[in-house]
């Protein structure tokens, strides 16, 4: 990026604004390639082949910017032009270049096919072997993909770069995660010395929007653990007993990929309260999750389990048992450090002149992470919208910025006014002492 001309960074906001539009890609394409960008033009093109596969430009682009020679028919235009008679073309293709409907001969296929492997995609998934168009006799699973026995291919990202040095601020959180969590997880010599196995459960509650996935994928970085991603749509199914089989995969899924951090999204929905359902097959769904949480037998061992909710106090008391998730943590709005951190990196990529990050901090206290994303995409909005007015492209400035933070309100309020009668009134165990401690300071109460 930082040998780019200002004119190819200019078009890679235009393409990332209409990424969809394949011949302004194919543009920004070209201009790379005439900067001896060759990596990157091919890049380019290979995005621009997902959107039009059969975009004629795109492909002799692709087959230039890897430096394979032309089609046949591109070959036989030129030659055309240039007044030959094209008998090269009629000769027989050779050993290299197959005949088969669709694609023009010319050049080794199988060479461009492996160079753009990595960078497109197959777009169709290939089918299975066997009969075609027939019913199947068995009967299909929840996602109607074949035998409900069979297991069920739940994805785990492999143990990602992003640690707790990447969360922005939130010192104390890291600390806590630190001291309770991540310490005898690091240490399973010193773990077994004292009899601490190598599992876990931690429960992250707060407000919106203010990072709690990103910490659990931080988390798994930490670790050097795979990440497995769940919500209530991965689980519940209409059918009776597949919600319960669902739940079980899962686990079995992070059990074997162990170590792994299986995190738990709006965990309130999976676990809610079983005296406030009147359905039995959620109930029974839930009992699941405890069951799988309890791992008998120490079949867990490995497997971290992060749960996210908004809502705790709408969670199944069973589910924060000792041995379940028995440790909370707090997951309040983003402090200076994290803010400063988070409008850095929303305004990386962002044409803007005489920003003061300070200011700019100062004046967006108590706004989540996705608040502050908010006040860049509209400062981004009020710039753009001027220079379509005028006809003069501009900068974003500190203008656009604080103005745009003043229209937008912390979209945590409605949450700490709900949170507030819950821990004045229902903090049982103390449970909600930080929370109540953090209203105090902002004068909530």
């Known amino acids: 990026m930082s040998n780019e001309s200002p004119l190819i960074q200019s078009m890679r906001t235009a393409v990332h604004a209409a990424p969809t539009d394949v011949p302004l890609r194919l543009h ?35 087959m230039r910017a890897m430096g394979l020679p032309a089609p046949a028919d591109e070959k036989a235009e030129n030659a055309e032009k240039a007044g030959t008679t094209g008998e090269a073309e009629e000769s ?4 290299q270049e197959p005949t088969a409907p669709g694609r023009p001969t010319g050049f080794d296929w199988a060479a461009a096919e492996n160079e753009v492997a990595d960078a497109v995609p197959p ?20 996602d109607g993909s074949g035998d409900p026995g069979d297991a069920t291919a739940w994805e785990v990202d492999k143990p990602g770069s992003v640690t707790l040095a990447d969360v922005g601020g939130m010192q104390e959180i890291k600390d806590r995660l630190e001291a309770a969590f991540l310490a005898p997880m690091r240490n399973p010599e010193l773990g077994r010395l004292y009899g601490k196995s190598l599992r876990g459960g931690l429960l992250m509650y707060g407000p919106p929007g ?10 798994a970085g930490e670790l050097g653990a795979g990440f497995m991603s769940v919500s209530i749509n991965d689980v519940l199914d209409m059918w009776m007993g597949n919600s319960e089989r669902n739940m079980h995969e899962v686990f079995e899924t992070a059990r074997r990929q162990a170590p792994c951090v299986l995190f738990l999204d709006e965990v309130d929905a999976l676990g809610a309260k079983r005296s406030r359902m009147q359905h039995g097959g959620m109930r029974n769904t839930v009992n699941q999750l405890l069951t799988e949480l309890d ?12 749960a996210a909710t908004n809502v705790p106090w709408d969670v199944d008391i069973a589910l924060r048992r000792p041995g379940r998730l028995d440790r909370t943590l707090l997951v309040l709005p983003p402090d200076a450090p994290a803010r400063e951190a988070i409008l850095r990196y929303h305004l990386r990529d962002r044409p803007i002149e005489s920003v003061d990050l300070g200011k700019l901090v ?58 507030r009668n819950v821990a004045m009134f229902a903090n049982e165990g103390g449970m909600y002492d930080e929370l109540l401690a953090y209203l105090k300071r902002k004068r909530k109460l």
């Open 28 to 62: 920004l394409a070209e201009l790379l390639l005439g900067e001896g960008l060759g990596e990157a033009a091919v890049a380019e093109a290979a995005v621009a082949l997902q959107h039009a596969p059969g975009d004629a430009n795109a492909r002799a682009l692709m």
């Open 92 to 95: 027989a293709p050779s050993a």
């Open 123 to 142: 777009r169709f998934v290939a089918p299975a072997p066997g009969p075609e168009n027939t019913a199947p006799e068995a009967p299909l699973a929840a």
């Open 210 to 219: 203010c990072g709690k996935t990103f910490i659990a994928r931080a988390v």
């Open 295 to 306: 791992g008998v037998g120490g079949a867990n061992e490995g497997v971290f389990v992060l």
């Open 362 to 419: 100062k004046v967006t206290e108590d706004l989540s992470g996705a608040d502050l994303a908010h006040v860049c995409e509209s400062a981004s909005e009020r710039a753009l919208l001027d220079s379509t007015r005028t006809g003069v492209v501009r900068l974003i400035n500190m203008k656009d910025l604080l103005g745009a933070a003043k229209e937008v309100r912390p979209s945590t309020d409605p949450w700490f006014a709900s949170a």
